[in-house]
Structures are given as C-alpha cells and as structure tokens.
C-alpha cells in the first residue's frame, strides 16, 4: 500500500513539474503566433479617392515594439504593385516607399482575407526649364532642390529632395515648398503650394540672356592666354556690402547664361586687369569686350 501511495505522488508531482514547464515557454512565445492563420493584400493610393498605384512600391513589414519585442523587427521586404502576405493575425508596421516618399502606418491583421491601403496623402510636380520667353525647354541636367516652405528661408535641414536632370518629377507630402532650380551658374526659386491628389506640372522662365567674354590690349591687340573672367552682380549686397559673385571663367568664353539684369566683369591675367558694366536682356546675345591695362604692381616693376 505504501509503495502505491508514493507512486502516486511521483506521478502528480511530474505533472505538475509539466504542467509548470509548459507555462514558462508559452509566456515567452513571440506575440504573434509563427503560423499563417490570415492573408492581407495591400495597395496604396496617392490620396483619398485616387486610383491604387500601377508602378512598384518598396513594402516592408515590421513587428513593432513590445515587451516581448524590445526592438522592432524586419519581417519581409518586397518591391511590387499589390502583394498578398500570408500572415499570423496580429498588429504590425508597414512601412510603403516610392520615388523618395516614405509613409508608415500601423496594420492590424484579422483571421482570414483582408486588404489595407496605404494613403500617401501627396501631390505630384513635373519641373522643367526654359531660358526665355519662347526659348525651347533646356535638355542639358539642371539640380533641382526642394526645400519645405519656412518663413526663415531656406537652409540645408529643410532640404527634402533633389535631382540632377533637364526635368524630374517628385512626389511629395502635402504642404509648401520652394523649388530651387540651378544651371549654368544660374538659380531660380518657385513656391508651390501642393494639395493632395493634384499633379502640377511647372515650367520654369530663367528669363536669361547670353554673353560672349573677350578681352583686348590698350591699343586693342591680343593679351595672351591665361586671361580669367569674374562676373558679378552689380549691386552691393545689403548684408556684406560687396558684390555677389556669379561665376568665374577662363579664357575667351561664349554664351555664358545670365539672369537679365545688370553686371560687372572684371578681368585679369598676364599682368593685366579691366573691368566693364554691361547689362542682359531675356532671350538676347552680347558681346563683351574689356580692355585690360597694365596692373599697378606690373608698372612699378616695368619702370624699375
């Protein structure tokens, strides 16, 4: 009788030593079960009401932070239209990425088939140039910068996209921007308003002109080669008191591009220096002439 009882009791205190065991391991089990009990298909629109997106899209799945999870987890990532994942219910991240836009937003995956859309809530720019009023759109690469619309004006951190091309597309979050687009040594900046859903397509006047440079001697003969460019706005600027510097050029140069307005060169080279106003009108052709001089320092070391 004594030896039943006590295989009694081994036999219940093996239970409960299983029992005991199976609980600890199911409390660390992850929070969403390892099985595929759901499906879930995911699309994206650009805004409310737009069609889903016919391009690929760069899809991440993401396990978020938990007190099973202390750090977020990368699932899967996958480049297409509108995939279908099959998934263990529960509450995840998706991160959607197209063109240089990122948007992340909470999933929650019931059992069986379900379908979750990824709103953008962005609008669309297409950005080109022109020179001048009539002039055909420029095919050599413009840098196209864009900036968030501050009342500051612009600095580096609000910098939120950029591209070298003749035109470029963006798609970009709803809100304000300034568009600040350079070539050739010249730069123009455009505000655009953006609302979501809306595709705007901007062409960008330079209302530029073009220049030749050339210098002469005194007596108007050759100077030689060697001889180097300045060109500068001709106003002082209010916050240093001197005169921007719009670009620096060696040698005889043509059809320099210029913003209209008025300008200063100077030139130097071979112990020679001029300077010479001129001024630039949209959509003409000039040709600047500067007669160099003997520099101060040359003549004193001539006459020595």
Same mark, same amino acid.
């Given at each position: 009788?004594?030896?039943?009882?006590?295989?009694?009791? $081994?036999?219940?205190?093996? +239970?409960?030593? +299983?029992?005991?065991?199976?609980? /600890?391991?199911? =409390?660390?089990?992850?929070?969403?079960?390892?099985?595929?009990?759901?499906?879930?298909?995911?699309?994206?629109?650009? =805004?409310?009401?737009?069609?889903?997106?016919? !391009?690929?899209?760069?899809?991440?799945?993401?396990?978020?932070?938990?007190?099973?999870?202390?750090? /977020?987890?990368?699932?899967?990532?996958?480049? +297409?239209?509108?995939?279908?994942?099959?998934?263990?219910?529960?509450? *995840?991240?998706?991160?959607?990425?197209?063109? $240089?836009?990122?948007? #992340?937003?909470?999933?929650?995956?019931?059992?069986?088939?379900?379908?979750?859309?990824?709103?953008?809530?962005? %609008?669309?720019?297409?950005?080109?140039?022109?020179?001048?009023? %009539?002039?055909?759109?420029?095919?050599?690469?413009?840098?196209?910068?864009? @900036?968030? *619309?501050?009342?500051?004006?612009?600095?580096?951190? $609000?910098?939120?996209? !950029?591209?070298?091309?003749? #035109?470029?597309?963006?798609?970009?979050?709803?809100?304000?921007?300034?568009?600040?687009?350079? @070539?050739?040594?010249?730069?123009?900046?455009?505000?655009?308003?953006?609302?979501? &859903?809306?595709?705007?397509?901007?062409?960008?006047?330079?209302?530029?002109?073009?220049?030749?440079?050339?210098?002469?001697?005194?007596?108007?003969?050759?100077?030689?080669?060697?001889?180097?460019? /300045?060109?500068?706005?001709?106003?002082?600027?209010?916050?240093?008191?001197?005169?921007?510097?719009?670009?620096?050029?060696?040698?005889?140069?043509?059809?320099?591009?210029?913003? /209209? %307005?008025?300008?200063?060169?100077?030139?130097? &080279?071979? %112990?020679?220096?001029?300077?010479?106003?001129?001024?630039?009108?949209?959509?003409?052709?000039?040709?600047?002439?500067?007669?160099?001089?003997?520099?101060? =320092? !040359?003549?004193? +070391?001539? !006459?020595?």
């Amino acid at each position: 009788m004594r030896s039943f009882i006590t295989l009694a009791a $081994a036999l219940l205190a093996a +239970s409960l030593l +299983s029992h005991s065991v199976t609980a /600890e391991e199911s =409390a660390a089990l992850p929070l969403a079960p390892t099985a595929a009990k759901a499906k879930v298909q995911l699309d994206a629109v650009v =805004a409310y009401g737009a069609a889903p997106f016919t !391009s690929p899209i760069e899809w991440t799945i993401i396990r978020p932070v938990s007190q099973q999870n202390p750090e /977020e987890q990368i699932l899967l990532t996958q480049t +297409s239209v509108a995939p279908t994942f099959d998934m263990a219910p529960g509450r *995840y991240i998706v991160r959607a990425t197209h063109d $240089a836009m990122t948007v #992340s937003q909470d999933l929650i995956v019931p059992e069986g088939t379900s379908k979750h859309t990824i709103n953008f809530n962005a %609008g669309n720019i297409t950005l080109s140039m022109i020179p001048y009023t %009539g002039g055909g759109m420029i095919a050599s690469n413009i840098l196209w910068e864009v @900036y968030e *619309y501050r009342k500051g004006g612009l600095t580096d951190d $609000a910098k939120i996209a !950029s591209a070298m091309a003749p #035109s470029h597309h963006f798609m970009l979050a709803a809100g304000a921007y300034v568009v600040r687009a350079s @070539y050739n040594g010249t730069t123009a900046d455009l505000v655009i308003p953006l609302d979501p &859903g809306r595709t705007y397509k901007y062409t960008i006047n330079l209302y530029a002109g073009t220049v030749g440079l050339s210098a002469v001697s005194e007596g108007g003969g050759s100077v030689g080669e060697g001889v180097v460019y /300045e060109i500068y706005k001709a106003a002082l600027d209010s916050a240093t008191g001197q005169r921007p510097l719009i670009g620096t050029y060696n040698g005889d140069t043509n059809n320099v591009l210029l913003r /209209e %307005g008025s300008y200063l060169l100077i030139a130097r &080279g071979n %112990g020679l220096q001029g300077e010479i106003p001129f001024v630039v009108s949209a959509g003409e052709n000039a040709k600047i002439k500067v007669t160099l001089k003997p520099t101060l =320092a !040359s003549s004193t +070391s001539t !006459s020595g």
